[in-house]
């Protein structure tokens, strides 16, 4: 007996065959730390987490340079600046796993629990995170929010301590990401909390299925995204730390995204036929961190001095090869606010060893050099880097012994401070200069450990307060003016390049936009 094809049943069969998602494997270059992503704070986690699972009250539109709807459908704001409302977007499903299943649509209550946990010291939650809530504790939002509260089941209100002019756009950062109370609720019960990190449940565009460390992590689409299921399923993060290898996957076929891609590849990638070059001005800096708390980096002439031993502009040509602008601030020079000498660390050696000699360390000193094995984006050649400073350190008597640490341990004892120099970086989330000051030269930044210079200053403290207070842009500049003179002169950091994002894609890849603080969406491509 032969089948026979009705035309409706042909409609529906190519219906099928039209829709049906092909999967996307993106090779990147760590593991993430964790899947709890109030607990971390590296670009990493965040794209293996927040940017895939989860999603906030609000997003911020890179391109148009403004903070848009997400799971809040809109806001208001009270004129003394010190209450926002947010109501809710309508039949937002939590994901359904194996693991847990959902009751109820997303709800106040869960983005209540999602900011109390961090917030409230007497929250069953926060003492239960071993990492502590480093974003939340850095930005000082235990002590600006005043309550969290839920008038109804669809809208949220937050009152404030004081105005804050960066509130709202700190809410579309990964770590303000919305949980399941629910979901919480069934852990505590149970006596797992721990489990939120390792099976994690959100309202994204993806679901969680698997992790394997250092290998793997496994997604599906989720087919109740409230933005529509992506064309992409299953969704692969290919863990792979050494950047050839990244390259070569691609070029195989076995990823169709590279992240953090080397400058060389990145040449070679614009005349392969096969390949794309998808690329955006970062806004994010590559420096060293000068831990300010180990003698004799203590002294400001000493950091003053390895800023000046340092050849910049040779770093730049052997590690980035024309793919990044030279750092002389802590931001890029296109930021509002940017003030920063470009020539007052300009390489002088000799200028270096007569600020050794000041200190007293005319004989110079030893200390340790702190980076990572495989490559990234803010430091594209690790190994090679940290060879270029030990050696330009060595000709004003610095010996610096080199350090490589595997990513997710050096990010644990660097923010407990355990470093002297310290190959770094850091991505800001929106176009606003505080997401820099606060997180990394705030006095609430050393104690939750994003500050790693480890330098708290009440003067500089007042200045970056008063600038998240300030009611107008103009006003605002001015105090980041002076807080970025005071941390020039004290030189807390070495700063090294403000890169390009850069990714490296199969030409089969559409939709894809590298945004320029790092951060990942898959929920609106396909693979041909």
Same mark, same amino acid.
């Given at each position: 007996m032969r089948l026979a094809y009705t035309p409706l049943l042909l409609a529906i069969l190519g219906a099928c065959a039209t829709a049906q998602a092909k999967p996307l494997s993106v090779c990147t270059e760590a593991s993430p730390e964790g899947f709890d992503v109030v607990q971390y704070n590296s670009l990493t986690t965040t794209n293996a987490s927040a940017d895939v699972l989860m999603n906030r009250l609000v997003d911020f539109d890179a391109a148009a340079g403004k903070v848009i709807p997400s799971l809040a459908e809109r806001w208001s704001v009270s004129d003394d600046g010190l209450t926002y409302t947010f109501n809710l977007r309508k039949g937002v499903h939590f994901h359904s796993t194996d693991y847990f299943k959902p009751s109820r649509d997303l709800? =106040?209550?869960?983005?209540?629990?999602?900011?109390?946990?961090?917030?409230?010291?007497? #929250?069953?939650?926060?003492?239960?995170?071993?990492?502590? /809530?480093?974003? =939340?504790?850095?930005?000082?939002?235990?002590?600006?929010?005043?309550?969290?509260?839920?008038?109804? =089941?669809?809208?949220?209100?937050?009152?404030?301590?004081?105005?804050?002019?960066?509130?709202? +756009? !700190?809410?579309?950062?990964? /770590?303000?990401?919305? &949980?399941?109370?629910? &979901?919480?609720?069934? *852990?505590?019960?149970?006596? !797992? @909390?721990?489990?939120? #990190?390792?099976?994690?449940?959100? !309202?994204?565009?993806?679901? %969680?299925?698997?992790?394997?460390?250092?290998?793997?992590?496994?997604?599906?689409? #989720? @087919?109740?995204?409230?933005?529509?299921?992506?064309?992409?399923? $299953?969704?692969?993060? +290919?863990?792979?730390?050494?950047?050839?290898?990244?390259?070569?996957? *691609?070029? =195989?076929?076995?990823?169709?995204?590279?992240?953090?891609?080397?400058?060389?590849?990145?040449?070679?990638?614009?005349?392969?036929?096969?390949?794309?070059? *998808?690329?955006?001005?970062?806004?994010? !800096?590559?420096?060293?961190?000068?831990?300010?708390?180990? $003698?004799? *980096?203590?002294? $400001?002439?000493?950091?003053?001095?390895? #800023?000046? +031993? %340092?050849?910049? +502009?040779s770093y730049l040509k052997a590690v980035f090869e024309g793919t990044a602008q030279p750092a002389n601030g802590i931001y890029p020079s296109t930021t509002w606010g940017y003030a920063a000498d470009p020539h007052l660390y300009s390489h002088n050696p000799e200028k270096a060893r007569a600020l050794l000699a000041e200190a007293g360390l005319k004989d110079g000193f030893s200390t340790t050099i702190w980076t990572r094995p495989g490559g990234s984006l803010l430091n594209p050649a690790p190994a090679a880097g940290a060879q270029l400073l030990q050696a330009d350190l060595a000709q004003v008597g610095i010996k610096a012994d080199i350090r490589t640490i595997e990513w997710g341990e050096l990010i644990r004892r660097a923010k407990a401070g355990e470093h002297d120099l310290l190959f770094m970086g850091w991505a800001g989330d929106n176009g606003d200069p505080d997401n820099f000051l606060t997180p990394q030269f705030s006095c609430a930044a050393v104690k939750s450990g994003t500050n790693f210079a480890r330098y708290c200053d009440p003067a500089l403290d007042s200045l970056i307060t008063k600038g998240k207070t300030g009611s107008t842009q103009k006003a605002r500049t001015e105090l980041y003016r002076q807080a970025q003179a005071l941390i020039q002169k004290q030189a807390l950091w070495l700063p090294l390049a403000h890169p390009q994002v850069t990714v490296l894609a199969s030409k089969t890849l559409k939709g894809y936009l590298p945004s320029p603080f790092g951060r990942q969406d898959f929920s609106h491509i396909s693979v041909e």
């Open positions: 709800a =106040a209550e869960d983005v209540v629990f999602s900011f109390k946990r961090m917030l409230d010291p007497a #929250n069953p939650w926060h003492k239960v995170a071993q990492s502590g /809530f480093p974003h =939340a504790q850095s930005m000082q939002l235990p002590g600006l929010v005043k309550q969290v509260e839920a008038p109804d =089941a669809a809208t949220v209100r937050f009152v404030l301590d004081h105005p804050d002019a960066t509130f709202l +756009a !700190t809410l579309s950062m990964g /770590f303000a990401s919305i &949980y399941s109370a629910e &979901y919480a609720d069934q *852990l505590m019960k149970a006596g !797992t @909390p721990e489990r939120l #990190n390792s099976e994690p449940i959100g !309202t994204g565009s993806f679901i %969680f299925v698997r992790y394997q460390k250092d290998a793997q992590v496994r997604y599906k689409a #989720n @087919p109740q995204y409230f933005g529509g299921k992506p064309a992409v399923d $299953p969704l692969i993060y +290919a863990i792979t730390p050494d950047p050839n290898a990244r390259m070569q996957r *691609l070029r =195989a076929g076995e990823c169709q995204v590279a992240l953090s891609p080397k400058p060389q590849d990145i040449a070679s990638a614009k005349s392969d036929t096969k390949l794309q070059v *998808l690329d955006t001005p970062a806004f994010m !800096t590559a420096f060293v961190a000068i831990n300010s708390q180990h $003698p004799p *980096l203590d002294k $400001p002439q000493v950091r003053q001095a390895i #800023n000046l +031993a %340092f050849d910049r +502009a």
